[in-house]
């Protein structure tokens, strides 16, 4: 949420001029980040499934987890590539018209991958609701 806020609607709103965050050697490098974020998620929703398998809550767990996953293969197969190919783009004092329309199209289905894991953080959510009984 935090890049859609504050630094999405910098970068996508006139490449490549709107770039120059991202160029240099200070530039803005968020992959780092993502790189540890994403293995201890699924590491804690593995934990989650292990300490939750025979409740009722499994269920719920599941589902969030075949969503986050489903959501980091369609992230390594078209958000991460378009993004560099973007981003990696030599800073220009124009702007480039197919550009921009690349990068309104990124970030509308960024914002579209965004909602769904919201939705997948609600049902994650709502499996704490759920008994922790044994299921048979």
């Known amino acids: 949420m935090y890049e859609h806020i504050a630094v999405v609607p910098r970068w996508s709103v006139a490449p490549p001029s709107s770039l120059a965050m991202f160029q240099g050697p200070y530039g803005l490098n968020p992959a780092p980040f993502w790189q540890i974020i994403h293995p201890i998620t699924l590491v804690f929703f593995i934990a989650a499934l292990v300490a939750n398998w025979k409740t009722q809550r499994r269920k719920l767990i599941l589902i969030a987890f075949g969503g986050y996953f489903l959501v980091l293969v369609i992230t ?61």
């Open 76 to 136: 390594a197969l078209y958000f991460v590539p378009e993004l560099i190919s973007i981003t990696t783009i030599s800073f220009s004092e124009t702007v480039d018209a197919e550009l921009t329309k690349r990068a309104g199209q990124w970030e509308t289905l960024s914002l579209v991958r965004l909602t769904f894991l919201i939705g997948l953080a609600i049902t994650l959510l709502m499996s704490l609701a759920r008994s922790t009984t044994k299921q048979e």
